[in-house]
């Protein structure tokens, strides 16, 4: 049973997106593949953190609970229609381009904040196209929203599935500038 734990991969316990003095534990988990999504991670079993879903999987996820599919990738970079293809599936859909010309846009960081928690009491799949702005996004929220350290929460969102060294970059050129 242990080893069985020990290879279903790390649980970070973090306090995210609650209000408060005493804000609750949130387990980040590394997911198996919801349908051609791998390296899924998820946050309490609510946010599915992951890459671009093919059509397939989209049509898919009503059957698996979900009910709300926020996607941070810009339009120009959509190759179908899934905004039609989330609504025809009956789930709630959100598109919030994260970047502009390469960068991390502040009032995207908080749009996405705003979709999240309108959301909260349902499962959502919380896109991008390879997970790794997704991934940069937690870590500004866990810093500008939450207060956390940097480097604890960059840690955090390389476990969450921040992979990109230009991702990576992008991030602390954002955080660079919020936090003058």
């Known amino acids: 049973m242990i080893k069985k734990l020990l290879l279903a991969g790390p649980i970070i316990i973090i306090m995210l997106l609650s ?9 980040v ?12 991670a998820s946050l309490n ?17 009503k059957d698996q609970g979900f009910e709300v599919v926020i996607n941070i990738r810009g339009r120009a970079e959509m190759a179908f229609d899934e905004e039609t293809l989330v ?12 970047l502009k010309d390469g960068e ?3 009032n995207a960081v ?31 929220h866990l810093i500008r929203d939450k207060g956390y350290d940097k480097e604890k929460a960059i840690t ?9 060294a230009s991702t990576e970059s992008m991030l602390r050129n954002y955080l660079a500038k919020i936090t003058k």
């Open 19 to 27: 209000t408060g003095a005493h804000e609750p534990t949130v387990e």
């Open 29 to 40: 988990k590394k997911e198996p593949a919801i349908g051609n999504l791998t390296g899924v």
């Open 45 to 61: 079993d609510w946010l599915y953190m992951a890459g671009q879903p093919d059509q397939e999987t989209i049509i898919g996820l």
């Open 87 to 98: 609504e025809q599936n009956g789930m709630a859909y959100y598109i919030i381009p994260l």
């Open 104 to 106: 991390m846009q502040e």
């Open 110 to 140: 908080m749009e996405i904040l705003a979709a999240v928690e309108a959301n909260r009491n349902k499962k959502i799949l919380f896109h991008c196209s390879s997970g790794n702005r997704i991934a940069a996004w937690f870590a500004a």
């Open 156 to 164: 955090l969102a390389k476990q969450a599935g921040m992979t990109k």
